[in-house]
């Protein structure tokens, strides 16, 4: 068993993010950025857990220009967050459906209503995790305040990953990789593929997984057909195509990445998928390297791929960011041409279409670094391994 | 082991749940409903996947005046959408930053956009799950719509329960019960609470859950500090007072309780503690009947914490709703005066600050009928157990 990496992070980490992002909001003239959503909010404080899970609450921390973070947030969250490095912390007795953080707020940001700028997510792959209710109301109460969106500033921040959090994805993925090997003795003809589910979630666990947010897959005969279902009662049957992915979580960090097997006997076409895709994946591992884009990662995979593709299964990309969350930015696509830089953490997903409307996808974890991609996980068999 | 009932609900059911909506509808003067949330977006098609762990990709559904909601989403979920009663499935090959289902909602929404009104939700526990610049490009585009705010729509619906509904979530409290049960098995002096948590998750999956989304807890001499915390590598040791709360889930509905512990002896002032809180739950038990409001169950269970209560530990009420989310509307507070009525399930959630910042929270899940409350968990044991 590896070792187990520390959990959390020193102070300076979080000073460095910060210093980073003041750094990026001076450039771009920001007077603050004003966050709403997890990972963010852990990024700036470590403030870690799993009570975002309730939506009733909103949870606010602002970055100023200079110093550190500030937190508006419940009470309920005053004790976890005094654990971390920041100091200012403004609590509510909440849920208060007529004032959840909005006077805290409000008063936290006029001195910058008169004409400065604050940044909020607004962008790609972002949301506002505050009823928008609330959010007009605050705006309208800070008549001189501009907003600005800030997606880009924060994207290229968390895009690049310390050792501490490239160690924190490594040891998810190693657990992962684990239990993925042992599949073959959890997994049997004539299970159930939710009970095939439940056994590797209890083995992922075992294995030293902390969560699993993230687990689909399928298993049909001669190919699944969808990727992103919950499992269905069906036996595993002899001729199937199995695939299981996992987003499994270590101290908060994510793996992403499937394995694929066949029951009993492998149809040729899905054999064949299966060559195809573990060649684009060398293809990716191949193209990830610093000065590259990630159009260029996709058109090596994408140029592997077309060998066999018929076009089905459109799932928009062949692969993503991943850390703090299942998927994060960038996204190798044709159309995203953001420059792959050391300490990347990506994942590499070739997919395609075959057959009568079935899909297969392969998927693997790497870190990018000086002299090109360093897999995190257990690179797949060559061949479609048969159970 | 008690029968496990069948997953997913019949088309009446997501038939009827569409004609409520609709009704009110009619009633509010709205067009249509836009939702972009996953448990809108289950509740009103039976679309269900885990895939809403990635953030990168934006859902729509659109809940017309007459007829079947429209789902307009990601080309990946396709397969899984053909497969629930909605029949027109409008998707997109994305993610695609320029332009994420934007042009199919304008189409969509375009005929509505002659100054009629379309509900979105806006109000409290809710959010916007798409990017905040597509939002502001959609309305700018739709110059003539006019946007209402339909939480209490939505709030009004999916507060009451049916029996189906009622019958998953009473499966998931009945597998945590199972769970807790065992725990004096689990658990024991010496043991990290990491541990605790792992082999917890573990249990409860053997005993039947899908997935363990929210597991939170404390322990620590003579009382725990913190009710939201992941758990530390810190060993149980004797006079530990120890809390789990769970929010595991079967077929995507919630259970969201409790259970403390004390490891080999108990201090008096937990013991005391305890009490209190088991008899505030019973007098929460007796006020939870249809025609009383949730203030008067908040009076009920906080005229017994005061017996001891040292006004520490504000947690903002004392129990909600629960189903599709962990929490849901409405909530046991002194502000919150929703009536309650038959098939409301409700958590039952005391708590007091006593000693020196110590916390203590107990919890059940009860559905609410005719002659008043009944428990979907098995009671807390009267006094304090000891491991």
Known sequence: M????????????YA??????????????????????????????????LFWQSPTRPWFLF????GKPVAV????????????WIED????????????????????????????????????ETHLRMPLNDYERLLAGLGGLRIADATGLIRDLRMVKSEAEIEKIGHACAIASRSFARLPEIAAEGQPLEDVFRAFRREMLGQGADDIPYLVGGADRGGYHDVISPPSRRPLARGDIL???T?????????????????????????????????????????????????????????????????????????????????????HAAWD???????????LEPSLGYGDGRIMVHEENIVVRKGGAQLLTERAAPELPII
Chains 1, 2 share one sequence.
């Open 2 to 13: 590896p070792m187990i990496p520390e959990r959390g992070f020193p102070e300076a980490e």
């Open 337 to 347: 041409t953001t420059e792959i830089v050391e300490n990347m953490v990506l994942t």
């Open 247 to 331: 987003g499994s979580t270590w101290d908060g960090y994510f793996c992403d990445f499937d394995r694929n097997w066949a029951i009993g006997s492998a149809d040729d076409a899905s054999r064949r998928a299966y060559d195809v895709l573990w060649r684009a994946t060398e293809a990716g591992l191949a193209a990830a390297r610093p000065g590259a884009t990630c159009r260029d990662i996709f058109k090596a995979m994408q140029g592997v791929i077309a060998e066999m593709d018929s076009q089905g299964g459109d799932v928009g990309r062949l692969g993503h960011g991943l850390g703090m969350q299942l998927t994060e930015w960038p996204s």
């Open 63 to 66: 970055v100023p220009a200079t």
């Open 89 to 124: 912390i403004r609590t509510w007795s909440a849920p208060a459906p007529e004032d959840d953080g909005i006077t805290l707020l409000t008063e936290l940001l006029a001195p910058h209503a008169r004409g400065e700028v604050v940044g909020l997510l607004k962008g790609h």
């Open 73 to 84: 947030i419940p009470e309920i969250g005053a004790e976890l967050m005094r654990g971390t």
């Open 243 to 245: 695939m299981l992915d």
């Open 16 to 49: 460095m993010r910060t210093a980073k992002a003041q750094a990026a909001m001076a450039r771009d003239g920001l007077a603050g950025l004003l966050l709403t959503t997890e990972p963010e909010m852990r990024y700036f404080s470590g403030f870690h857990t």
